[in-house]
């Protein structure tokens, strides 16, 4: 059974009546949800921002974008540099959404099979068994995944688009929901393999952390100061709640209007005299598919130019690579995204 | 943060969540902040006093050139008048009846300057006192809608010392006796210099001794003074009059022309004098010349729709002049860090435009209104569409322009600013839109009339700050 086939499964068993009961027809045959029907991703949202605003101070915004990436069925890399709390996020993350979490560290030593998991000989039984590695969980966070090698870091690559891995000559599917979190310090990088476009292309979206303000640099010392507020929390949703979830997102409708801007923003990426590589039509799936999880996770069943604006920036600009003269003048990937969002006209009347 | 989980329940704010509280940068610029309370009403004197000085000048000209009579100490006691009548009318904004009540006071204090003009057995004609009233009314109503800031502020002196160094020197060239004109210059300057200083302490930027913006105003002033005087330099009264004899000239081809047309038509031939009002002294003014049966009130028609298009023309063309050079000037400026560059133009073009826009969206209003009369059943999602047209060009005609790249939700942050009475039923409309444009279902009727009732109110909210956009943008 595939992956797909297990999510749908695990879709019907335990909420075959959502499917039948949200969708509506348009008068021009468009099917699109009900505005009520995201009601559950919104509660689950704001729960889950809650729990994790408990233990991360002022990450809100960080915090929802890892959540949209999970209901988008994406993978996040977190580039940053260390002590801001990539870790804590992941770790609150999954355990407010009931998952199970898994933590690789990432060396120059790690192997494949360290990730994957091995086949091994039982001699009990007299037969190949198979022993699953850290990926086969929900949540995995690769740590420092450009200090593995680009062999170990191939061996993602299956598991973060296909949602499955490949041991020996045996397919085995990864457990739905499956969201991998990679960090990678931007400013140390001796010794490490940067990542390959085909690689970075696969993150759905790549987040920054930053600097804690004054206050809320204070108001972490003060949370800390006791205990740990991370054992506290709660989880708000469960493993396959998550999976009809990110299947009612899928949903959100999306007007033709919206979806031309979406073409007009990526496609200006390849036009730009400054970038040498543009996003791919990968990036405006990804694009479409976290406006539409932004939206209902803001408590729409349709999504507006401002969701994919609020997206465009994390989705789009670790796909482009910028020319060498560009970057000396200081024109980053993020500023080439920036221009674009305030030159590309919106959907609106004239 | 605070979230909300009802459909089209959010506000701007609560769709950009980054603009609050992560601090990222936000795709709509941040108007400068406003000069309040004492400085304002300083800063507004200064900017009056300032606007009367170049107006007197003006009429001082005119008046000489045109004999129009005009006893300009009468006139310029109706800028404060009006001014301040605007201001008043600000602070109390009657809901219903507003502009009529404004024109009303407009006319009452035309008809006492008239009445104490005639009292006074002043030389002034009533109808010289009643179009100078106008004009000064109309620039103390444009006083009083000015959201005062630094680069308004700014503009407004760049504009007052063009227009006040071409009148002293078409005033010179002509002979208009000007005994002042020295002191008055002097006197802007310093008083502008005094505006600007204050208008940037204001925007928490220091004073005078601050910053580098001074050093590029002086270099632009110095640029329009030498300029003025190389063009002192090589334009004489005799190159003045050669201008107007080439004028005079054309105008007669066009006249022959138009001549030659009548005379297409048999028989009679009419005689036709050049009734042209800009010709320059000193050069023969009449000239028979043969024609057609075309009646003179005809010609007299064309021969102004022929002057309005080569003015216009001309006023465009100087325009797009003014916008190259200009362009150039702030590509060239672009690399200086924290200096503001105002267009020069700017004051004087964000007012017709807010003009022709005002003028443009009833006219547009007009039509939709004729169209939609005569469509028995539009459906409801082009109506919160129209309606929402009408908000945009409303918003246009307030000098608050949107930008192609913003969303709606972006442009009712920058149009509150522009309208703050208005917030309520500004959110109403864009609710109302986004959930029609980007949702997959109409409204329902009752919705729309709602609407329309939004609308109602907020088309009667008389404008705050004319230029707050259009300033904004200029900055580099």
Partial sequence: ?350 | MERVNGVGTMSAAQMRPDIEESGRAAPVAAAPASVVGTERVVLLVILMVMELMWLVVVFTVLNTTLSLGLDLRLLMGLLPASLGTCLVLGFWRPRRGGRLFSWAVAAAIGAAAVGGAVWAGSSTTPVGVLVGGAILWVAGMRLGWLEVRFPVVLGEFQFGLIVLLVALFVGRQLSVDLPAGVIVGIVFVVLGLLGLGLARSGVGSGGLSRGRWWLFLGAGVLAIVVVGLVVAALVTPDALRAVGRGFLWLWRQIDKLIAAVGGWFPEKSVSISDGTEWSTPGVAQEETVGGGVLPESVLRVVRIAFTVFVIMMASLTMYLLTTRAVGWARRRAKGSGSIKVERLHGAFGADVRAWLSRWWARIAQRVLWLRRSREADPTEATSVRDLYRHLLRWAAGRGCSRDAAQTPFEFQTVLVECCPEGQGEIDILTQAYVHTRYGPRVRRTDDIQALRVAWGVLRRIKPVGVRSVDTTQEET
């Fill in chain 1, 1 to 350: 059974m595939s992956a797909r086939e297990r999510d749908d499964k695990v879709r019907d068993d335990a909420h075959g009546d959502v499917r039948d009961n949200v969708w509506h027809k348009s008068t021009e045959g468009t099917r699109y949800l009900d505005e009520g029907a995201v009601e559950p991703v919104t509660r689950i949202a704001n729960a889950f921002l809650a729990g994790v605003e408990r233990v991360m101070v002022g990450k809100t915004d960080v915090a929802e974008l890892v959540l949209v990436a999970l209901l988008s069925e994406g993978h996040v890399l977190l580039e940053d540099v260390p002590g801001l709390g990539k870790t804590m996020l992941a770790k609150a993350a999954s355990v407010s959404l009931g998952c199970r979490f898994q933590r690789i560290q990432c060396t120059p030593d790690l192997l494949p099979s360290d990730v994957t998991g091995v086949q091994f000989y039982d001699q009990h039984s007299g037969t190949f068994t198979f022993r699953p590695g850290p990926l086969m969980s929900n949540l995995v966070l690769v740590d420092e995944i450009n200090r593995a090698t680009p062999r170990t870091q191939s061996a993602l690559l299956e598991a973060m688009q296909e949602q499955q891995i490949t041991v020996d000559v045996e397919t085995v599917p990864l457990p739905g929901p499956f969201m991998l979190m990679a960090t990678q310090n931007p400013v140390e990088l001796e010794g490490t393999f940067p990542l390959p476009e085909a690689q970075l292309d696969r993150f759905l979206f790549r987040l920054r952390m930053g600097y804690p303000t004054f206050e809320q640099e204070g108001e972490i010392l003060s949370r800390f100061q006791e205990e740990d507020p991370l054992p506290g929390l709660s989880p708000v949703a469960e493993a396959d709640e998550l999976i009809v979830l990110q299947d009612l997102c899928r949903r959100v409708y999306v007007a033709p209007t919206v979806r031309d801007y979406i073409v007009a923003l990526v496609r200006g990426t390849r036009e730009d005299v400054d970038v040498r590589l543009g996003a791919s039509p990968r990036a405006s799936l990804g694009l479409q598919r976290a406006a539409q999880s932004l939206a209902a996770v803001r408590g729409r069943a349709y999504i507006l130019p401002d969701d994919v604006k609020y997206v465009a920036t994390p989705v789009l600009a670790h796909r482009l690579i910028v020319k060498t003269e560009a970057r000396l003048r200081g024109r980053v990937a993020e500023a080439v995204v920036e221009e674009l969002l305030s030159s590309v006209p919106v959907p609106v009347e004239a």
